[in-house]
């Protein structure tokens, strides 16, 4: 019922839990219980599956207090769900809504979400429905177009950028390869992050790692990593790698860890299973020891690969900046949804890098859904295994505070 | 020279790192020259190999806020070492000793390291050598016999409570069997720190995670894990697991990850490759997944396994309790060995638990090295597949504060 001072609500989460999306969910409850009068605001259990099982809280009833303490935790309180629905799913989303007198549908999730959001809405449009559907944005793997960044990648960032502060100098202390797969299916803006930590090492460290980045924006071939990163253990003695758990074979076009494995699981998306296993880090690690001890002539060299895995989209260490962005658009959403905005997706425009700020805008959903934002080039070193200053002057702001770290060797 | 009012000292970090191995280091610095006046007081690089390589730095000249930094940062920042010296390197290390006349020896690292300064320092006596050795503290396995707990432990307890609290989270999002596998070669410890996390799970969220933990003191077999793993599933529909890395098949004896690998590297002191590698955790996902959904009848089971990698050891977020002990076992060697004590293992034993309180001894190297200290019974629960809440009090006081986080499935 747009138009009526007292809409009722549902709310969802969709997609990898991050560090901050229950920041979008209190953000948006609270400002929807504070503005909205006597408009319900429901909240769905495991995304869209909750909406078809009427799997429901109602947040007039939840204790305020238990709000705020879940606004800090990580990962999707409501739970969350990988269903991506069809024409008939959409049917029974859109009659379970009409049942409960629903007008405004909030969905805090990634592409796919953004796709859901507006095939719900379409579907209901079509059939007579009264809907007004709000995507709010949140993916760790920062892949949404129109969006400067997208809530949960700041807080990834900063985890990835910590753990290869300390890993660099665990890899100076026992000096060899190390290789460590960072989340990102198609977009490279997470495993770039792992450049960041080169700024926390201070000027008695030298040649901080990273000292190569593998990027889904830069197709290569195993055998030019395992050239590159012997160069670079040839010349200092030791080489810190990321690389990401999307990176493609240039010669083939597929996955490197389709290349690797002959039985790839696949997800509702049919989308081929990345993370959850260590294949693609020991493979590497196989194939440049291979190489180490064959064609660069090194008698007994040290390589290991560690896989970050989910820690990076759930690890209870949030940025503060990213914390304060994801309460915003959940909270906007709310807003504009009670000022009878026709709904959309709310993206993150970057204003000001020096001072640091963002101002929010809407976009349709189709401006958004199932599209990817890849790395821009002017982000990407001219060697493709680096990123510029550039990128670093984009993501610093972003991370909060990283730790200073000196040594002896 | 025993006795003499300035003797000369080196030191040196060995074995794994650790995010508080540096606080040991300089603790012992800043006392060595708060108090030595003239004896001059040596860093060796990368261990024993930086002592038979000259490969010094001299703590003289040394800019005192270096120090500080240093402190402060994760790993090692001299440089480590796995060699471990046979009698040929022991008669070059004490040639190099005599050579600087050096005649104190401080050696930071677990009970293989305890074993070196031992095996050193016994080789110097045999040879007329006047040489005080004292072993600092260091395991993240917190597996030195004598010793309350271990520097080093904590930090790496706290990492990964804290990992699991988001893990478990992310679980409960996205339900399914969730396998972390956590650093512990022959103790338990570490892994069990995973149990920590549910004390972070406040009243709102019910049957926090882990769910099972499997420790070295406790082989098992694979299909037992199986059928445990899926009596939970079963249950409540997900299932999150801490394996030990050191897990070990009850029939065979053998470490799980021998059973999965045919070809397992060993490391100089012929112990096999555990870390670096996500064999052991895909093995076990496989495993799991066609147990559910063969016997236990599952459609179509999410199934996912992180290792967690050499973060273990070094992410920068140490425990301040960690932080104050290590620094405090290095500053009493200093300490001790300008107080011409004859050398050994420093230990630590707590006094009290409430207030936590804490005791520094001195014990023979002997009594310390190639010692393995195991899980105690007491710890275990009788199930073997969790621990106490006499391990869960013992583990409070390390940690740090750690978050709280509430949900609402």
Redesign the interface.
Known sequence: MPGSSSPHAIIA?SG??T?VINQSLIGCVQRWLATSGSGRLL?A??AVRGIVNEDF?DFLT?DPA?LT??A???????????DKPDEEYCRRIAAVLAKHDISVFFYIGGNDSADTCRIVAEFAHANGQALRAFHIPKTIDNDLVENDHCPGYASAARYVA??F???D??N????GV?INVVMGRHAGFLTAAAAMARSCN?S?ISEPGPHLLYLPERPTTLRDMCVEIAAVYTRIGRCQVAVSEGIRDAESGKLLTEVFESHAERDAHGNVQL?????L??QL?DAVRVFLKGEAGVANPR?????????Q?????PSPVDQTEAEAVGSLAAEMALADHPGGSITIKRTSNDPYEVAYEFRNLAAIAQKTRHMPDEFIAASNHDVTDGFLQYLQPLVGAL???????
Do not use: C, E, N, W
Not at 403 to 409: D, E, K, N, S
């Open positions: 989460q990898g839990p560090a909240g259990r495991h809280i939840v238990l303490a879940v800090a935790s990580p990962s999707a309180a409501l739970g969350s769900s990988r910590k753990l502060v300390g890993d100098l665990d100076r202390a026992l000096p190390k201070s008695s993370s959850g296993s260590g294949t880090g020991d690690a390589v290991r690969a560690d896989t970050l895995g989910y820690a989209r759930s690890f209870p260490d730790p200073a770290v000196q040594g002896f060797i």
